[in-house]
Structures are given as C-alpha cells and as structure tokens.
C-alpha cells in the first residue's frame, strides 16, 4: 500500500515536456509510481483540473543559523520551495571555534539582517567544524532538502579571529590554514565556495565583513581548492571588484562552474544597459566553454526600512557615523548639517554597486506614525520634495526624526520595469533564484519568488510557455 496518491493531476516533470494526466504515488516521501495507479494508498489527493510539478530549488538563500532552531525553514517551505541552497555570499556559523561563536553571530545579524538576540537564543552550538555542522543539520533533518556553501567571511573568521575584518593580508600560514578549511568542508559535504566583494556587505559596528578586504590573489588562493578537489560550484557577490572577466579566469583556472550575485546584473534606470550587459558577457564566456551564470531576481528588489536602521544606506560614506553610533545617538546626527551636506554629496556620486542610486522616486512613505502623515503613504520622496519646494534630503529626513524615527520608508531600487527586466530573466545565461529567504526580515521577504515567476512572468506576461517556466525553476537551478 503506499503512503499517499494523488489521482488525475496534469503533471510537469521539470524537465520542459508537455505536461501529462496521470496519478502520482508517493511512498515514504518519495515519488514511487506515475501512471495509471490501481493499488490503495492511505491518503489518496482528487487534483482533477490541477497541476502538479516537483519542488522549486532556490540557489540563494541563509537559513544556516535558522535551520538548528527551525527545521521547516520557514517560510520557504509554504512556498513551493523543497531544496535549499545556504552559505550564500560566503556568511554562515561553520566553521566556528566556541570562542568566536558571539563574533560570527554578531556580523551575521548586520550584514543579514537578522535580530541579534534572536540568533543569540536560537542557534543551537552542537558543532565547531564545518564536518560536525553537516552531521547537525543530519539530526535536524529539515523538512526541505539542504546545501551549504563554504563561506570565506566564516573561514577567514575562523582562522584570523577578530582580525577578519582589518587585516588585508593574512601570512602564508593564515593562508594554507584557509585553504585546508575549505577543503576540508569540500569533502565534508560543501556544494562548494562563497565569496562577498560587495561594499553593501557591512558586519556588526561597521567593520566590513572579512571577504570584503580580502585581495583578489587571496580569493584565487581559496577557488582554486575546487579546482584541486574537482568538485562544487563557486558562487560571488562579486561588486565591483569581481568584474565578469575575473570571474570568467577563476572559472578557467579551477574547471568549477561558476556564478555571480550583484545589483549591477539587475536592471536600473540609471544604467539601463548595464545589467543586460553582464548576461552577455556571461554569455559569451558559457560561448567559450565556461561555465558562469546569473543569479536572476525575477521581482522588484524592494526593502521595507527605518533610520533606525538604515542597511539599504549604510554603504554612503556619510553613514559611516550611523554604523558607528549608539540608537540615542541617532537623531542628533540626522539633524546635523554636516551629516545631511555630505550625504548629498555622496549621493551626486554614488559608488558602484550601492543599492540607493539617488532617485528619490524609488523611496517611499510605507508607514507613519502621526495622523498628520497618514497621507503620504505611498507618496514617493521625490514628490513630497516637489509638493513642499524643499530638497527631498531634508524631507527624508525631517519626517523620520518628526516620528522618532519609526517611520518605515520602502525602497523599490532594482528590477522594478518590466520591459527592461524581461531579457534577464529569459536569458539563457540567467538562473532564477536569489530569494535572500531567512535574510533582511526587517527589510523583504522574497521567499516567495519562484509563485511570482509563475504568476507574473509565465500566467500574466506569458513570457514563456508553463512547461519552460516550471523548467526554469525546478530541473535547470538543479542541474547548474
């Protein structure tokens, strides 16, 4: 008898076939039968007119510190994901010695987004290597299925200490030990290596994450353990500084696919051309028989955000202050004249990669706290400025510090024009993931991305046909 059928569902395979009418029977969580089923099931699931297709695989996600306290992944789960890929952008808790645990869990909570209290409660201590992580997450047993990156901030924490994030140049010691840390997880189970260049990427008190400083010979040092081990992917919040072309050499050099994560591949009106940009020259590497895709946002980057807690800001200069500063100090640095003439100046010149380009439109009034502004909700900055004749710095400003900063503001920085984000995500150098899930939950949640790909892109669009759009996000993240 199996456990559970479902009778009469039209099933897609992943694969980009026609989709076929059939039963489906699962015993002990597994697709046993397809086809025309006689035998009896416990539960059997009528899904006459309903479609049915496997799990969607989501490539870019950091559940690694919620998944020993949460082994439902939430809310990933709900939302038609079945396989995780965690460790992204090279931040996660293993490897970790005990005394460095609060120092990981610290860096994690700023550049993640995540409540530092929280992880301080929840994440359960019961490895220090990368090898007794993997054994961890085994009892768990999450209820979707699981990969972990090895991750260079983690590693360099792991072996520099609070070092990390200030020495550039680690000895050739410090180096080796790095390098026998990712190897190490490589045999223990890694899907391979992460790294972050991103200026985005702040840790706790405004040191930059390790990766951050890390020179480009030091992160060749590291990928090329893929290449010595022959196994797993390397994946690159990549900025500035990992340019296509680097990452088309460290794909070369170590024979290992590899992938890039970056707001610079994502479309914005400022730069129309940019994004598309980076697809073609991924394009023309895959030509030339290397492996390097996109990690593809298929929904409007958007980040729900406070002053008091300014990450989509934090990496203009003039909030260097902020990062720096306790919550009662706040305010008066807002206030300041010379806090608010320099960050006009830094936003004449942003730098490359910042999530804020300085179009007012992409900011909002989400949510006010005095009745006097509740309608402005939904207003962008740039037209309170125009309303008031003021500069919209000062109205951004002098509304937050007017509610004791509990104004909640939404940006819609990226992705957010259809007809210049359509050639991204049909592009054949693109895989759509890069949900962030377990990441930023003050700012977004984009666990969901795979139902928008669906409802928007395949239903509403009709930018492909069912069977394609199903491949995209099931067999083709997969395989990659």
């Given amino acids: 008898m199996l456990d559970t059928i479902i009778r009469g569902a039209t099933v897609h395979d992943g694969t980009g076939q026609p989709p076929t009418v059939c039963d489906v029977g699962v015993e ?24 049915l297709m496997p799990g969607i ?8 510190a919620q998944v020993t306290w949460d082994p439902t992944l939430s809310p990933s789960g709900a939302l038609g994901v079945t396989t995780a890929v965690m460790g992204n952008c090279g931040f996660g808790i ?33 490895f220090e290597t990368f090898a007794e992580y993997m054994a961890q997450l085994r009892r768990v047993g999450p209820h979707l299925n699981v990969a972990v990156f090895a991750g260079h901030s983690v590693i360099r924490t792991a072996v520099l200490g609070e070092r990390a994030s200030e020495q550039v140049e680690p000895s050739g010691q410090e180096l080796n030990a790095m390098r026998e840390q990712v190897r190490a997880a490589l045999r223990a ?60 050499s460290i794909v070369a050099d170590s024979g290992r696919p590899g992938f890039i994560s970056t707001v610079l591949a994502m479309y914005n009106e400022a730069r129309p051309e940019l994004g598309l940009s980076y697809y073609e020259r991924a394009a023309q590497a895959l030509a030339r028989g290397r492996e390097l895709y996109i990690l593809t946002s298929c929904q409007p980057l958007s980040f729900d955000f406070t002053l008091l807690d300014p990450y989509v800001l934090l990496s203009f200069p ?19 004249p010379a806090f608010r003439d320099q960050f006009r100046s830094d936003l004449r010149t942003p730098r490359t990669g910042t999530l804020f380009l300085g179009n007012w439109r992409h900011i909002e009034v989400g949510e006010t706290c005095l009745p006097g502004h509740h309608a ?22 002098d509304l937050a510090l007017a509610e004791d900063l509990q104004t909640h503001f939404i940006g819609k920085f990226f992705q957010n024009v259809d007809d210049g984000v359509a050639p991204l ?56």
């Fill in 28 to 51: 002990h969580g597994v697709v046993a039968q397809m086809g025309r089923i006689t035998e009896t099931a416990r539960h059997v699931v009528p899904a006459d007119g309903l479609v």
């Fill in 57 to 64: 695989v989501d490539l870019h996600t950091h559940f690694d």
């Fill in 94 to 126: 293993a490897p970790c010695p005990a005394p460095l645990r609060d120092t990981m869990l610290r860096n994690l909570s700023v550049v993640e987004g995540m409540d530092l209290q929280s992880l301080r409660t929840g994440v359960r201590w019961e």
């Fill in 189 to 248: 189970g890694a899907i391979g290596f992460a790294s972050s260049f991103s200026p985005n990427h702040s840790g706790y008190g405004g040191r930059p994450m390790p990766s951050t400083i890390a020179s480009e010979a030091e992160l060749r040092a590291l990928t090329a353990v893929l290449g010595e081990e022959n196994t797993g992917v390397f994946m690159m919040a990549t900025g500035s500084r990992a340019t296509p072309d680097i990452m088309e």
């Fill in 318 to 336: 003039a909030f260097d202050r902020i990062k720096r500063a306790r919550p009662d100090e706040l305010a008066a640095i807002y206030q300041d």
């Fill in 376 to 397: 402005w909700v939904g207003t962008s900055i740039a037209a309170l400025a125009r309303d008031q004749g003021r500069d919209p710095v000062d109205v951004f400003l």
């Fill in 425 to 480: 995500v049909s592009h054949p150098a693109g895989v759509i993931t890069l949900s962030d899930a377990g990441a930023h939950l003050g700012y977004m949640c984009d666990a969901g991305f795979g139902l928008h790909f669906l409802a928007h892109w395949v239903r509403d669009r009709e930018l492909c046909s069912w069977a394609e759009g199903i491949r995209r996000l099931t067999s083709e993240p997969a395989d990659r």
